[in-house]
């Protein structure tokens, strides 16, 4: 991809999703980190963006206003890293077992699981538009769809206010994504999310996360919670033998695809 292509998709994600992070460029252009960073210095002298740690945001455009939109677009995340993804959710989907209520967190990973739930059946709770339209279309699954706002951009309909409706559940399993997994736990990049992410962690009895090794030694900017809370970490065969051990030092189930 050449120079101007690079810095138009650059401009086009961050106007659909309003930060962007190096890695997620380098892995949608083709092209190193050090050709990223270039880009996004060039961009930010003409005025176009402001450079922050790990990426970039729009000039002119306050980072935590409070909209989930620290991340890329759905329609652009789907795609990254799509096969171990898949591998991933189709682990994920065959933790659950027929007539159990999950919890199903809007994600470009969890969104992959719709595909090997067809055939169960259980009852889903999610806050996502996407994976909610593609279960009702192509499963025999139960679906509940939490009120709240509608996202475009991330496909995700989220309750500004006490995220009332997951308190009236009582799932077994939480399935969830995240942008990152240290010594510390897991972390993400939005407020509003991160508050409906929380609540649902509190309703379930098992938190099992979905993160690709890319995953690993990447941390957001809000912490989301301590592995205390997490069951499961389900990831691919690039996993470090360092961050392995981390995981399983603090009691976490590891599962690699």
């Known amino acids: 991809m050449l120079e101007p292509e690079r810095q138009e998709l650059i401009l086009r994600i961050l106007r659909q ?5 190096v890695s997620d460029i380098t892995q949608l252009a083709h092209c190193s980190e050090a050709t990223v960073r270039r880009d ?8 176009r963006l402001h450079r922050i740690r790990g990426g970039a945001k729009l000039a002119g455009v306050n980072q935590y206003d409070g909209e989930p ?23 994920a989907a ?26 169960a059946r259980i009852t889903i709770i999610t806050n996502s538009f996407a994976i909610a339209e593609a279960l009702v279309k192509n499963s025999q699954t139960t679906v509940i769809l939490n009120g709240g706002i509608v996202y475009p951009d991330s496909q995700l309909i989220l309750d500004p206010f006490q995220d009332e409706g997951f308190r009236n559940y009582s799932p077994t399993k939480v399935f ?29 009895k098992e938190l099992i996360i979905l993160a690709d090794s890319s ?14 809370k997490i069951h499961t970490i389900i990831t691919d065969g690039g996993i470090s033998q360092q961050q392995r051990e981390i995981v399983q030092a603090k009691n976490v189930e590891l599962i690699v695809v």
């Open 94 to 119: 065959s933790l659950c077992v027929n007539d159990e209520t999950v919890i199903v967190d809007g994600g470009s990973t969890t969104f992959q699981m719709v595909e090997y739930l067809r055939e």
């Open 215 to 228: 995953k690993f030694n990447r941390r957001g900017n809000l912490f989301l919670c301590g592995f205390e």
């Open 176 to 204: 969830m994504g995240v942008y990152g997994i240290d010594e510390l736990g897991a972390t993400n990049t939005d407020m509003l999310l991160i508050k409906t992410e929380r609540a649902m962690i509190e309703r379930g």
């Open 40 to 47: 996004l210095a060039k961009l930010e002298s003409a005025g």
């Open 17 to 21: 999703g309003r930060f962007v992070s």
């Open 69 to 91: 939109t620290a991340q890329l677009p759905f329609e652009y995340r789907k795609g990254i890293l799509l096969e171990k993804k898949r591998l991933i959710a189709r682990k």
